[in-house]
Nanobody, 115 residues
Framework: QVQLVESGGGLVQPGGSLRLACATSGIIFRVNTMGWYRQAPGKQRELVASITRDGTIDYADSVKGRFTISRDITKSTVYLQMNSLKSEDTAVYHC?????????WGQGTQVTVSS
């Protein structure tokens, strides 16, 4: 049984920071590429960051220099540190494999950036 459980979202002012966590179970964490995705109202879901099994990292241009993806293999958890948040970062954030596995989508965590 695969489960991906996101946490850490909330309401933050522009320029603030949040750290999201994605606790995984039921998957071979170390051999998969993991990604953080987000979907804003009225927009398509987009990949914002990914980390491969060998630790190669990639970011969407919109978050480069502000977001940092990392993982703790011992905890089977992927993190997304988000700094210098902007209103356009407001979205529901999900983690999943990359490429995505449709059945693995969790509830996500809401991030709202507003003053």
């Amino acid at each position: 049984q695969v489960q991906l459980v996101e946490s850490g979202g909330g309401l933050v002012q522009p320029g603030g920071s949040l750290r999201l966590a994605c606790a995984t179970s039921g998957i071979i964490f170390r051999v998969n590429t993991m990604g953080w995705y987000r979907q804003a109202p009225g927009k398509q879901r987009e990949l914002v960051a990914s980390i491969t099994r060998d630790g190669t990292i990639d970011y969407a241009d919109s978050v480069k220099g502000r977001f940092t993806i990392s993982r703790d293999i011992t905890k089977s958890t992927v993190y997304l540190q988000m700094n210098s948040l902007k209103s356009e970062d407001t979205a529901v954030y999900h983690c999943n494999l990359y490429p995505v596995v449709t059945n693995y989508w969790g509830q996500g965590t809401q991030v709202t950036v507003s003053s």
